[in-house]
């Protein structure tokens, strides 16, 4: 099964790269017996969920400009719990560690097991054919396919654990991400936006919602706009003058530049490999050394680079 979260921010890269996206792969592993299941059906507590958009007690100070004041808040703080997400070496024993929080209703953990099921669904749903395609891979002389088998490995080495039984699919990272948006979690309100399924139809929502994602410094919430970056334009807005097949690529590298991690070793990168098709030559290039050397060309690359530094100003964090 295609996770076409990825696949969808990964179109926003492949016209430019000018790669073909190839079909996700799977891979197989023998399994202990696990104490319950997952992330199958649902988990959360009956009750009204809270308000999605009610006020959050995290805002920051503004000067009149509309500025971020300095030090009313933390550069883009990631959270404990997204941080073991990126550096979790077995995402079955962090899934875990996430059920009893998602079982009270915390938007959060309904938040990050979507990101756990989003990363290993293809995996989980035949590892055997992902053991299969790995080895054909492996057999090819191919740069890109000598890439693409090294960020397989990643994704075999957190997956191992979890079988076609666990219930990971796009339905259930799509039934999570609900439950985390009307609970009040910006970030799955942004990937729900980006993916033309906004959880409010009011005109101004959009905007209503960067603004939120500004005021909470939320980086992973920011990120998730990127392939949304026309829904306004939030970059004429700022007066950014940058090709759009750029747009996406601006709001991802400002993302990076603003803390989440974008390291060669990332899910971001990992990801986009595994799933998109979209790999780099060098295996130690993070995605702003990968986007500036391969997907950008020499006569974009200044104004990409003022339009980053606009944003990353406008909206925290230090350039």
Known sequence: MRPRTVLFAAVCLLSTLGLLALRPERRADGVAER???LVSGRTTVEGDAPEVGAARPDAVLRSASGRVVPGTRPANAVPSRRRDFEMADDLFEYSQQLVPALREGDPEAAW?????VDYCAAYAADPAAFARDSATLAGRDLWAAEAMNAARARVDARCRRFT????????RVHQLRLEAARGGSLAAEA????RGEPVSAEGDYGNALLDRID??????????LAPAVEVPDWLSMLDQDVAPQYHAIVW??????MGLDCSAQSTLMTSYCVNGGICSRSSGQGFEEFV????ISRQSADPVRDAVAALVERFGGAP
């Open 164 to 171: 076609p039984a666990d219930g990971l699919s796009q339905v």
């Open 191 to 194: 990937e729900l936006l980006a």
């Open 35 to 37: 104490p319950m299941p």
């Open 292 to 295: 500036y050397d391969a997907a």
């Open 215 to 224: 005021s909470a410094g939320d980086v992973e919430a920011f990120s998730a």
């Open 112 to 116: 990050l097991m979507s990101r756990v």
């Open 252 to 257: 991802q590298l400002a993302a990076c530049r």
